[in-house]
């Protein structure tokens, strides 16, 4: 059974998280096995954990988890329960005298959006990580994507909902790509095919979606601290060295410039990991270019399967006025 989501590929479960009062959540990718993984930040201002180690000329060569949060660098701590929790079930490094799970994170800004002064912390990461499993589960106003919006740039009381997205793909030769995405852009999201705008920015005027990129060149906009961030995991269940993941990951941000205007400011985290979790072979190109398919269509799905929240109106607002 496939369910069109990140969890087909082999090896890989999620675990979804949220507090929706308090509008943030967290998600969990955890490959239990160990996953090869590199990762390429885009984003000029990122709040990150664990990076580093994934450069290919450093030593660890396997990731048990990665964490994406709300709750920005505050949100960091959720990946602590992801620890706690792999380490209770004896999963991580075997250093000796115990075994340390290796949990790079990423967050992104949901502080203005709820109430600010509630964060995933260790305990919703240990909840998340504890439920991870395969099979389908919800998109939209989901774990890391609860707190997640979009189309800010004519002021937040202006801006549409984003959301957690995921989808997947399989090869004829039975390689299987998957991505999963949370979406909390400054600007406009577009389905990379038709171009349609799905949300963005509302003109608080006409009370319509605006083009992001044509309204920065007329009021001439500055991105606000806090406003944008993309975040995504790719995963695959195929062999890759540490570089070669690290190149996916590059190829995989293309899907972002054809969907987000504008995607990878200065004042956001745009950073995507990519898991190997199989024996499989494919190309790198080949394997990359999925890589972008399956990260546009986790994009808009985070989108389009949103729901409002107070006064943010969703993709499905705008739709039934149609």
Same mark, same amino acid.
């Given at each position: 059974?496939?369910?069109?989501?990140?969890?087909?590929?082999?090896?890989?479960?999620?675990?979804?998280?949220?507090?929706?009062?308090?509008?943030?959540?967290?998600?969990?990718?955890?490959?239990?096995?160990?996953?090869?993984?590199?990762?390429?930040?885009?984003?000029?201002?990122?709040?990150?954990?664990?990076?580093?180690?994934?450069?290919?000329?450093?030593?660890?060569?396997?990731?048990?988890?990665?964490?994406?949060?709300?709750?920005?660098?505050?949100?960091?701590?959720?990946?602590?329960?992801?620890?706690?929790?792999?380490?209770?079930?004896?999963?991580?490094?075997?250093?000796?005298?115990?075994?340390?799970?290796?949990?790079?994170?990423?967050?992104?800004?949901?502080?203005?959006?709820?109430?600010?002064?509630?964060?995933?912390?260790?305990?919703?990461?240990?909840?998340?990580?504890?439920?991870?499993?395969?099979?389908?589960?919800?998109?939209?106003?989901?774990?890391?994507?609860?707190?997640?919006?979009?189309?800010?740039?004519?002021?937040?009381?202006?801006?549409?909902?984003?959301?957690?997205?995921?989808?997947?793909?399989?090869?004829?030769?039975?390689?299987?790509?998957?991505?999963?995405?949370?979406?909390?852009?400054?600007?406009?999201?577009?389905?990379?095919?038709?171009?349609?705008?799905?949300?963005?920015?509302?003109?608080?005027?006409?009370?319509?979606?605006?083009?992001?990129?044509?309204?920065?060149?007329?009021?001439?906009s500055q991105i606000s601290l806090g406003m944008n961030t993309t975040l995504g995991?790719?995963? #695959?269940? +195929?062999? *890759?060295?540490? /570089?070669? &993941?690290? !190149?996916?990951?590059?190829? =995989?941000?293309?899907?972002?410039?054809? @969907?987000?205007?504008?995607?990878?400011?200065?004042?956001?985290?745009?950073?995507?990991?990519?898991?190997?979790?199989?024996?499989?072979? #494919?190309? +790198?190109? *080949?394997?990359? /270019?999925? &890589?972008? !398919?399956?990260?546009?269509? =986790?994009?808009?799905?985070?989108?389009? @399967?949103?729901?409002?929240?107070?006064?943010?109106?969703?993709?499905?607002?705008?739709?039934?006025?149609?």
């Open positions: 059974m496939t369910y069109g989501n990140i969890t087909d590929v082999p090896g890989i479960k999620v675990g979804n998280v949220e507090d929706t009062e308090a509008m943030t959540g967290c998600s969990v990718i955890v490959s239990e096995d160990g996953a090869v993984c590199g990762v390429d930040i885009r984003g000029a201002a990122p709040g990150t954990r664990e990076t580093a180690l994934l450069n290919p000329v450093n030593a660890v060569e396997q990731v048990h988890a990665i964490t994406l949060s709300g709750g920005s660098a505050f949100g960091l701590a959720a990946a602590d329960g992801v620890m706690h929790y792999l380490e209770e079930q004896g999963i991580g490094l075997d250093v000796g005298v115990t075994k340390v799970p290796i949990v790079p994170a990423a967050i992104l800004f949901d502080l203005a959006v709820g109430d600010g002064n509630v964060r995933p912390d260790k305990k919703m990461g240990y909840q998340a990580a504890k439920q991870a499993k395969k099979g389908a589960f919800t998109f939209g106003n989901v774990g890391a994507g609860c707190g997640a919006t979009v189309g800010k740039l004519t002021g937040m009381e202006q801006c549409m909902k984003g959301g957690l997205g995921s989808a997947s793909v399989e090869l004829e030769n039975g390689v299987i790509i998957g991505a999963l995405v949370a979406v909390n852009a400054v600007g406009d999201i577009r389905h990379p095919e038709s171009g349609e705008i799905l949300a963005g920015p509302i003109d608080p005027n006409t009370q319509q979606i605006v083009d992001s990129i044509t309204y920065m060149q007329k009021n001439q995991v790719v995963a #695959a269940n +195929v062999s *890759l060295t540490k /570089a070669e &993941a690290t !190149k996916i990951s590059q190829v =995989a941000h293309n899907a972002l410039a054809k @969907t987000i205007y504008p995607a990878h400011t200065m004042l956001d985290g745009d950073t995507i990991f990519t898991l190997a979790t199989g024996n499989k072979r #494919a190309s +790198v190109d *080949l394997i990359g /270019a999925m &890589a972008v !398919k399956v990260v546009e269509e =986790a994009i808009v799905q985070a989108v389009i @399967t949103a729901n409002s929240v107070g006064n943010i109106p969703s993709y499905k607002t705008f739709k039934s006025k149609k």
